[in-house]
Nanobody, 122 residues
């Protein structure tokens, strides 16, 4: 089971990007899915989360970013609008998932994607 993030790139201030995070493998169910971001030398910061506890956003992105998910595709999205250079970071997806383990039982664990770089030029 793994998370695969995509959609990052180099854009200009004011542009939009949509990130995708797909869960692959023997996924049974997904509780929460979230996006975090990190810049060199700083701690990983919560951007947005959605799941059984509802949806929430970091203060710096509220009103500009929207998280959504397609449960049939086991995929979460992050629509990012009105990007600024301060949004430049590596974005990581995170999910708590139930999956079928190698002995045929159900396990639950937290997974991280490999990250996708978003760079916003001024």
């Amino acid at each position: 089971v793994q998370l695969q993030a995509s959609g990052g790139g180099l854009v200009q201030a004011g542009d939009s990007l949509r990130l995708s995070c797909k869960a692959n493998g023997s996924v049974h169910a997904i509780n929460d899915m979230a996006w975090y971001r990190q810049t060199p030398g700083k701690e990983r910061q919560l951007v947005a989360t959605t799941g059984i506890s509802g949806t929430d956003y970091g203060d710096s992105v509220r009103g500009r970013f929207t998280i959504s998910r397609d449960n049939h595709l086991n995929t979460a999205y992050l629509q990012m609008n009105s990007l600024t250079p301060e949004d430049t970071a590596r974005y990581y997806c995170n999910a708590e998932m139930f999956y079928w383990n190698n002995v045929g039982g159900l396990s639950k664990d937290e997974f991280w994607g490999q990250g996708t770089q978003v760079t916003v030029s001024s």
